[in-house]
């Protein structure tokens, strides 16, 4: 088979394909089962067959319209930013991968258009790497925004060998991830949760703290000098971040732009296939692994949506095209 040519399996036909869609804003409502036609794949780009998707709260988020000041949106949409599938095409100039490849992707592209929630999607190349050997297909669609999230908030952030962290949030999806990557970079990690996860975080390797009242005293109690490391992936917890945060410190979040001002980062994911590689490796070394809450056929995607907005999920909601 060439590079260029297309291998179309299943039961799309030739030109389209099943995929859940929405014509405009709002919530679980507007979403449908659609059939659109198959991408084009432009240049730099390979087409996945989508064996499995994974929700995020961003997906929900842009379906109300919560981005529609920061990113152009082109109706229909197909929601999804998480994919785990198989290589059916390459466009031109894609040595790295060949037809049949099974890759992972967090495929956020410039504009809200074409997600990963149908049989096929579109993903520029330097946002694929190959999937995880050691995973589940529903584990790895769960592991790219998560897991890059934490992975590039740590590393941004310089985390290392000898470096105490506290992790805000540390039961949820993406501080789950936090806490055993900043474990296999080498930190002591001191992870918030509510007391009925703390055995969750035991086991990840991270030394539980209740959240709320009295966290920095907690906190010292267990790092007397205090952290080096702060990673908030809950937002509102500034106060107690730098009432523990040792001189010297560095800090990050992905929820509170109001840590700028006090010398930390605001950060937001970026797509990046080298990145995933290096996840990809942890968890074949068997020092990351991802929890699945559930899953859901393809039609039942609004349902997915309703169970993530309830916000107490402990693992990814996972969706089998």
Aim: contains cysteine; negative net charge; glycine residues 14%.
């Amino acid at each position: 088979m060439s590079q260029n040519s297309a291998a179309p399996q299943g039961g799309t036909g030739e030109n389209t394909m099943r995929a859940m869609a929405y014509e405009t804003y709002g919530g679980s409502e507007v979403l449908a089962p659609a059939r659109l036609p198959r991408p084009k794949v432009g240049p730099g780009e390979v087409l996945v067959r989508v064996r499995c998707a994974a929700v995020n709260p961003v997906d929900w988020k842009l379906m109300a319209g919560g981005l529609d000041g920061l990113m152009d949106t082109v109706f229909p949409v197909v929601p999804g930013w998480d994919v785990a599938g198989v290589v059916e095409q390459v466009g031109i100039d894609t040595p790295e991968f060949s037809v049949g490849d099974e890759v992972v992707a967090y495929a956020r592209k410039d504009y809200v258009h074409g997600g990963t929630f149908a049989e096929l999607v579109t993903v520029p190349v330097r946002a694929l790497a190959a999937k995880p050997a050691s995973l589940s297909w529903e584990q790895a669609a769960g592991l790219p925004l998560a897991g890059l999230t934490a992975y590039q908030l740590l590393t941004r952030l310089g985390t290392g060998s000898g470096d105490t962290v506290l992790v805000h949030g540390a039961a949820g999806g993406v501080g789950s991830l936090g806490v055993q990557i900043a474990r296999a970079l080498g930190a002591r990690v001191i992870g918030t949760a509510s007391p009925g996860n703390h055995d969750r975080l035991r086991a990840l390797g991270a030394e539980p703290v209740a959240y709320g009242e009295g966290l920095p005293d907690r906190v010292r109690a267990l790092a007397p000098e205090g952290v080096d490391v702060v990673a908030d992936f809950v937002g509102g917890v500034l106060d107690a971040t730098l009432a523990v945060l040792r001189e010297g410190g560095r800090h990050a979040s992905i929820a509170d732009d109001s840590v700028i001002g006090a010398g930390g980062q605001w950060m937001w994911v970026r797509p990046s296939g080298e990145d995933l590689a290096a996840l990809g490796a942890l968890a074949d070394e068997g020092r990351l692994t991802v929890p699945v809450e559930r899953t859901f056929p393809l039609e039942e995607l609004a349902d997915a949506f309703e169970l993530s907005r309830g916000g107490h999920v402990h693992g990814k909601i996972v969706v089998k095209v």
